[in-house]
Structure formats: structure tokens, C-alpha cells
């Protein structure tokens, strides 16, 4: 349910005023939250994101508009950004899973679509055993990172991101 006024290809995104077009982007193995190690990830599921965007953010919750998609194909992720860039989205909010640590190639699109992007992830990678999820590639591309609240880091993302767009107003 994204809705945007520019036209494909013109790039960059459509004037910015409210409601913020934001989509919420899932890569690889986050398509079974609930299911997947829940001692890890919780025992919630991805399609109570709205819900809980719409607890954080109460009455300004009209001014998003937020779309979904989650793919565990790295290169369907990377076209999933390059038209959300045809279409205007003005900010993504980006889990992309274990790609987070190892694609260059995500972490470029990332770089030039000129997309705000805050980086989502619901376990504090920071704290995991494995020294690889301590590392982001696109971590120097994004505005932010919010890691470790469960799936309300989704909703924390949407509302650092209506933050960002209403500042750069
Ligand atoms: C994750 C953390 C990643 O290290 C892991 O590969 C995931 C999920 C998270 O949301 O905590 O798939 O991004």
C-alpha cells in the first residue's frame, strides 16, 4: 500500500510531506519469525508489525504509509530497493538478516539509491556469539541502526524514520 507521486525512473524521492511512504524490508530466514529459534528471535510474528507501529507512533500514525516484502534472495532485495526508489518510497526500514554481514553487493545498492535506511535487527547482534554479526557492510550506507528490541525494533526504525523525514523538512 505504498503511494507515491513520481514518476518511474525519476529517481530520487517525491516531495517530502506526510504520510512518509516507508516500506519494511526482510531478507533471508525472517519470513518464519515465530518459528525460527524463538529463545533467539521471540515468538512473535512478522504481520504484527503494523500493529505495533501503530502503538508507537498513536495519532501519528497517518502520516505512514508502510508496505511490506521479505525475500531470501539477495538480488530480489537489491531490485526491491531500486524500485523503491523508482517509486518514490521515502524511507526503508531494513532487516536484511545474515546478508547484513556478508553483501557487498546489498550495501552498495544501499549506497546509491539515496534512500534513508535504518538497519533493523531484532536480536542485539552486538551481543551474539558469533564475532561475524558484530560486523555490517551497510552499516557506513545507513542513517542508523536499532538492534535487540524484538519486533518492536521494526516499529523503533519506522519512528526514527518519520523523525528523519519530518527534520529534513
Ligand atoms: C538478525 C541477526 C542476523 O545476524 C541474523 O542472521 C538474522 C536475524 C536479527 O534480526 O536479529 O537472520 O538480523
Request: proline share 5%; hydrophobic share 45%.
Amino acid at each position: 500500500m505504498t503511494s507515491s507521486t513520481a514518476s518511474p525512473d525519476q529517481g530520487a524521492r517525491s516531495p517530502a510531506c506526510p504520510p512518509y511512504a516507508i516500506l519494511i524490508m526482510n531478507g533471508p530466514n525472517l519470513a518464519h519469525l515465530g518459528k525460527r529459534q524463538p529463545e533467539i528471535y521471540g515468538r512473535l510474528q512478522l504481520d504484527l508489525i503494523p500493529a505495533m507501529v501503530q502503538q508507537l507512533l498513536g495519532g501519528r500514525m497517518h502520516e505512514v504509509e508502510l508496505s511490506f516484502f521479505q525475500s531470501n534472495s539477495e538480488g530480489r532485495l537489491i531490485d526491491r530497493l531500486e524500485q523503491a526508489r523508482e517509486e518514490g518510497v521515502h524511507g526503508v526500514a531494513f532487516n536484511a538478516g545474515a546478508y547484513t554481514h556478508t553483501s557487498l553487493a546489498i550495501a552498495d545498492c544501499i549506497a546509491w539509491i539515496g534512500l534513508p535506511v535504518v538497519e533493523v535487527h531484532i536480536s542485539n547482534v552486538l551481543a551474539r556469539a558469533e564475532g561475524i554479526r558484530r560486523k555490517s557492510c551497510m552499516g557506513a550506507s545507513v542513517i542508523g541502526v536499532i538492534s535487540g528490541f524484538g519486533l518492536m525494533s521494526y516499529a523503533l526504525a519506522v519512528q526514527a524514520l518519520l523523525a528523519h523525514l519530518c527534520a529534513e523538512t
